[in-house]
């Protein structure tokens, strides 16, 4: 079984060469997922000259652990939560320019020649009982007051209480996408770096963005990164979460192409189905809980494995992974210049979301930079204030953050010996008077470092599962030697010698 996503089963991969010197640009572009690359072919295209800086490879991060589905819909809060916070002509203008950005990704992949297994498929939201009916015809009703033609299409061998589809939305692998756009959009203009790490960005006339290979110069900076890089007002806007996905083949028949979502009592599930090496999968998402904050997230895996075999003929499990998303307190995503900031553009809080967000995005900043006028960009205003729309959530996550925060100090720690900490097994301790994260590996070896979140300073929890150091607090993720795996932390944790 794989440890990582289904889309790298079929994605080629990249071979960009880190930065190793110093570079002037116009844009300088942190992150090389959809949101980073889209804006890069935009702005090149246009001409400007950008930097594309990925610390890792292009599109494993955010955007190869995604679902490969695209709709103008949304997942939390849903339309009819969004209007209750705001109004009906706000739910329009959130499906217009989702179903916009959908458009343009089908236009990029026609216009490049880019094979991405792209199809438009109908997207299904559906109960099977009771416990989810209410949120689903709410959801109906505000899917048709915010102009969606909406009907009733249930090719799944489920039991379906109620439930509606709207028609024309899509799925594709978006890793492949992604890397067949960065190869076809490097030229004179664009030039895209991987593993290069960014140390630090620094507003000014210009904008410096610091590696460790060299230093860019640039006009302005997009930080396309899922959680920005560093301290925004942002982060205390918007709560970290992790959500899993197993993917299975079967015995028996595979449900219809499409994105099907089966509301239960509080999340929905989604699915979707596959062709991979290993044969057609069916896939399910789901299991969402804050960053750090779950003890056993093996369950999860379990969860949703138990979840298809109560439903289908199960023949074996070939992958399991996860990913991060960051909810905006009021439901949408903040994008554009940051607060207080007037040459940083910033592009975060997609829930689950993000590959129609991140393109939407890309083409609101781009239009930005460019100077030219876009309809969508007050809807996301990055800087935007909406007290009213806010507060529930916003006190929630500040409160669950100063909680964390609080809590961690003064409970007792996870082990008083190095002895108590098991091969596979992360426990926080006191050594030399000092919170400390240990890890012992698989051959017996310890790995010691701060327990300290180097973002603002949280106690990290350990992740069993992907064997991570996790911040609970603004969900900035470490490995066992403390090198930051997610943001918004740009500092390693401290090693310590023992």
């Not at 916070?85 to 992949?109: L, M, P």
């Not at 009982?129 to 949120?135: I, L, Y």
């Not at 399910?284 to 904050?293: A, F, N």
């Not at 040459?343 to 991140?358: C, E, N, P, R, V």
Request: glycine share 8%.
């Amino acid at each position: 079984m794989s440890s990582i996503s289904i889309w790298k089963d079929k994605a080629e991969e990249t071979s960009f060469v880190p930065l190793r010197t110093d570079i002037t640009v116009d844009v300088a572009i942190v992150g090389g997922g959809i949101t980073g690359l889209t804006a890069a072919h935009i702005l090149s295209k246009a001409g400007k000259k950008v930097a594309v800086l990925e610390a890792g490879k292009i599109g494993e991060g955010a955007t190869g652990s995604s679902t490969g589905n695209l709709y103008c819909t949304i997942g939390s809060p849903g339309l009819h939560n969004l209007k209750s916070k705001f109004n009906e002509q706000k739910i329009k203008e959130v499906v217009q320019s989702r179903a916009a950005a959908v458009d343009f990704i089908e236009t990029v992949i026609t216009d490049l020649s880019i094979q991405c297994d792209f199809k438009r498929v109908p997207w299904t939201l559906f109960a099977e009982s009771e416990a989810g009916k209410s949120f689903v015809e709410k959801e109906r009703k505000a899917a048709e007051e915010a102009g969606l033609t909406v009907t009733r299409n249930f090719a799944i061998p489920i039991n379906v209480e109620t439930g509606f589809t709207v028609k024309r939305q899509a799925q594709f692998n978006p890793l492949e996408y992604v890397k067949a756009l960065s190869k076809k959009i490097q030229s004179p203009n664009c030039s895209i770096y991987e593993l290069t790490k960014v140390d630090d960005v620094t507003e000014g006339e210009p904008c410096t963005v610091s590696t460790a290979g060299g230093k860019v110069t640039a006009s302005q900076v997009i930080m396309a990164t899922h959680s920005p890089k560093g301290i925004y007002a942002v982060h205390m806007n918007m709560g970290p979460y992790r959500e899993y996905a197993v993917g299975v083949t079967l015995n028996g028949n595979y449900p219809a192409d499409g994105v099907w979502w089966d509301m239960l009592a509080q999340e929905h599930y989604s699915m979707r189905t596959y062709e991979t090496s290993k044969g057609k999968i069916l896939m399910v998402l789901g299991e969402i809980h804050k960053v750090g904050q779950k003890d056993n997230n093996h369950e999860c895996y379990n969860n949703l494995e138990r979840f298809l075999r109560e439903r289908y003929d199960v023949k074996s499990v070939e992958f399991k992974w996860s990913a991060q998303q960051f909810k905006a307190a009021d439901g949408i995503p903040y994008i554009g210049l940051s607060s207080g900031n007037s040459k940083t553009y910033i592009a975060t809080g997609f829930s689950a979301d993000g590959l129609t967000y991140g393109t939407l995005a890309s083409m609101i900043i781009s239009d930005q930079i460019l100077g030219k006028e876009n309809k969508w960009a007050k809807t996301y205003d990055a800087s935007r204030i909406t007290p009213l729309a806010s507060a529930k959530d916003f006190i929630k996550e500040n409160v669950n953050v100063a909680f964390e925060f609080v809590k961690d100090r003064f409970t007792k720690n996870e082990a008083g010996e190095f002895s108590e900490v098991a091969a596979g097994q992360g426990k926080v301790m006191e050594v030399d008077g000092k919170k400390c994260g240990v890890h012992r590996d698989s051959t017996g070896k310890l790995h010691v470092v701060s327990a300290v979140c180097t973002h603002m300073g949280c106690i990290n929890h350990w992740n069993e599962v992907e064997q991570s150091w996790d911040c609970p607090c603004h969900g900035s993720r470490f490995s066992i030697d403390g090198e930051v795996l997610e943001g918004p932390a740009y500092t390693a944790l401290k090693k310590v010698m023992v």
